[in-house]
């Protein structure tokens, strides 16, 4: 449910919607007669339309890439700071060589145009879950950034939207096949035997944010930012893009990410459990370091697998010792190694196939739930500091009241999925 | 050796106890300050493994919003106590859910503790806080998976019809979470849901699901039939047709 002390009424979503419906009846002023049958271009009752909901720094580099494609035609943006909307808005009339795109502070506006077949969210984490569980009610297929959710249980509700609305949604961590794929793809045939160990590098978790702040610029819509996350003062340190752990951006803050821990674990904790077919379930022990037998952050699989959290150890390295587990050699499953991108264009090309062809995309809401969901344990782990136990069916810490509690946060005011 | 110093012994040894210095800081504590001096805190409530522990932290972190603390510090403490705290914390949390500025700091511990005196306290905020934070109270009972809840949720419903519809048609909808379809399939027959057909078929798909997890196939039926032929969306209508047809199948 959204925030229904700021709903868009019945009324005003049916105008909207009525709006949107006339105008896509009357094609060639949708889409004007410069961009009509263009050479290479089909026709835009064949293109995917597209609102792209989080237009700041990643929003815009993810939507270029869409822009590319000739199969796609992006709509409306939709951004609560006014330079990004602008920026955005700019970049796509450019594209297009007309003021077409309609650019909007509130994503639900974007959600009841009935104009629109596909959203891409590139919002800070916090909104995520939020948006993708809206868009799915509301018709759409959804390019969701990595990572995935803030929460384990968003994650799930995530999932479950896109599996109640039979939409297409796909998680945008493009480096599990495009970086790491090499790696993946010998690990999955078996040139490397059984696995036993990897060990992953990437940063660590985030923090708790108590930065002091005043009166937001006009330019930022201060409240709408927060949406579901504790209110706390604006300051440009809290929701700036810059990169890192380093106190200066929003990645660095517990209330609107996972820190590293999330954001690079999306790719690379990502790439390790797709090598090893281990993307459908989870671990069943996370040990943290106790600066004895644990150097690092352990996570247990039922099979035996040890993957470790090593953010000053290798890349994704795959322990593998051929030797030592002679007549144990790994036998993948045939489905793991059909699994790769669909269409042209990297893991967005994917996405539009699957939008095309109604088959789920490579880094479907289900797998990109789960790699989140290892993250999100680490950081639990890291939190608690001892060791928990999960149950990957249940998704819940067994008789541990105190660990399931993390599985969740509440969202402010009206905001739920 | 002569103690040129003039330093007393006793006052050198004197310890001070760093968590009671912690929590002197906390009350003192707000945004923009440095977090060193409260960030004992942090690790006292990790360690605190055993009840005895929990509970004397609590009683700590409740005096803190019990007090004249800041925003930024009874946050800190309703964080603290989503963690550690239980139902001796209630009624300091409780006295908080009334104002919309500190409402979700309460909600963000009690929603997680999902006890009874946790249930009974957003339960009653809901009767008697303003429309301001009643969604948000509704939001957490949904978010508690219990039938004690669910009565709570149930009973808003009926009870803020007339008077703020608002919350009755948020309450309804978030009955789609228990096991009880048919208050939802009443509301709509009855016309109570009336602006928001898309959240409407939203809980009842929802409500489908569970009443299905629970064997009852026959009631999830019957409200996935109800979206097919009804006035939703085609998207919801196109969710319903398919889950009726993989039901078939089966």
């Known amino acids: 449910m959204s925030n229904q002390s700021k709903k868009i009424t019945r009324r005003k979503a049916l105008k909207l919607s009525g709006a949107t419906a006339g105008a896509a009846l009357a094609a060639p002023s949708l889409v004007p007669a410069s961009v009509f049958g263009a050479p290479g271009r089909p026709a835009p009752s064949e293109r995917i339309t597209m609102g792209v909901l989080g237009s700041g720094g990643r929003g815009k580099g993810v939507m270029r890439g869409f822009l590319n494609r000739p199969d796609v035609h992006v709509l409306a943006v939709c951004d609560v700071q006014k330079r990004n909307r602008d920026d955005a808005k700019r970049h796509v009339d450019g594209k297009y060589k007309n003021q077409d795109c309609k650019d909007y502070i509130d994503f639900r506006e974007i959600l009841v145009r009935k104009d629109i077949d596909t959203v891409l969210i590139a919002s800070p984490d916090h909104w995520h879950a939020i948006m993708a569980v809206e868009a799915c009610k509301h018709g759409k297929d959804v390019y969701c950034e990595k990572p995935l959710s803030l929460t384990i249980q968003e994650g799930r509700a995530m999932v479950d939207a896109a599996r109640r609305y039979n939409r297409m949604c796909s998680s945008g961590s493009q480096r599990v096949l495009g970086d790491y794929g090499k790696i993946c793809r010998r690990v999955q045939k078996g040139e490397l035997g059984q696995i036993q160990e990897v060990f992953v590098n990437i940063g660590g978790p985030p923090r708790h944010c108590y930065l002091g702040g005043g009166e937001a610029p006009a330019e930022v819509d201060w409240d709408r930012w927060l949406g579901p996350a504790p209110w706390a003062p604006y300051n440009p340190n809290r929701m700036s893009r810059a990169y890192g752990l380093g106190g200066k951006g929003w990645r660095t803050w517990h209330d609107y990410s996972g820190g590293m821990m999330t954001d690079w674990g999306g790719h690379k904790f990502g790439a390790a459990l797709f090598a090893m077919g281990l993307d459908e379930t989870g671990p069943t022990t996370i040990v943290p370091p106790d600066g004895k037998d644990h150097k690092y952050l352990t996570y247990i699989y039922e099979n035996g697998v040890h993957l470790y959290h090593s953010p000053n150890k290798g890349n994704v390295d795959f322990v593998a010792p051929k030797e030592k587990v002679a007549g144990l050699t790994w036998e993948p499953p045939k489905h793991l190694l059909e699994r790769d991108y669909k269409g042209s264009g990297g893991i967005q090309g994917d996405f539009i196939e699957s939008v095309k062809t109604r088959q789920r995309p490579f880094r479907d809401f289900e797998f990109a739930h789960r790699v989140a969901t290892v993250c999100h344990l680490g950081n639990i782990a890291y939190t608690l500091k001892r060791p928990l136990k999960w149950d990957p069916i249940k998704e819940e810490f067994p008789g541990d009241e105190q660990a399931n509690r993390l599985r969740w946060r509440p969202m402010r005011g009206s905001w739920s999925v | 050796m002569v103690n040129n110093l003039n330093i007393q012994p006793s006052a050198v040894e004197e310890k001070v106890d760093p968590i009671a210095a912690a929590f002197a800081a ?157 208050s939802l399939a009443q509301a709509y027959i009855d016309k109570k849901i009336s602006e928001d057909p898309i959240n409407f078929a939203d809980a009842v798909l929802r409500n489908s699901e569970v009443l299905l997890a629970k064997g009852k196939e026959k009631e999830a039926k019957k409200l996935l039939r109800m979206i097919k032929k009804g006035e939703f969306s085609e998207n919801a209508k196109q969710a319903a047709t398919s889950k009726l047809k993989a039901l078939k199948k089966k």
């Open chain 2, 26 to 182: 906390l009350k003192k504590f707000d945004w923009g300050q440095d977090t060193g001096a409260i960030k004992t805190l942090d690790e006292a409530v990790v360690k605190a493994a055993d009840d005895k522990a929990k509970k004397a932290l609590s009683a700590q972190f409740c005096q803190v919003l019990d007090g004249e603390a800041s925003y930024a510090a009874k946050d800190y403490a309703c964080r603290q106590l989503s963690l550690v705290g239980g139902d001796e914390c209630v009624k300091s949390l409780a006295k908080l859910l009334p104002s919309e500025k500190t409402c979700h700091g309460a909600r963000y511990a009690l929603e997680r503790f999902g006890s009874s005196s946790a249930i009974q306290a957003l339960g009653k905020a809901l009767k008697e806080a303003g429309k301001g934070v009643r969604l948000s109270l509704v939001n957490s009972l949904k978010n508690i998976d219990s039938n004690e809840a669910h009565k709570v949720l149930a009973h808003a419903a009926v009870s803020f019809v007339d008077s703020d519809a608002e919350a009755s048609e948020a309450a309804t909808l978030a009955l789609c979470h228990f096991e009880d379809g048919q």
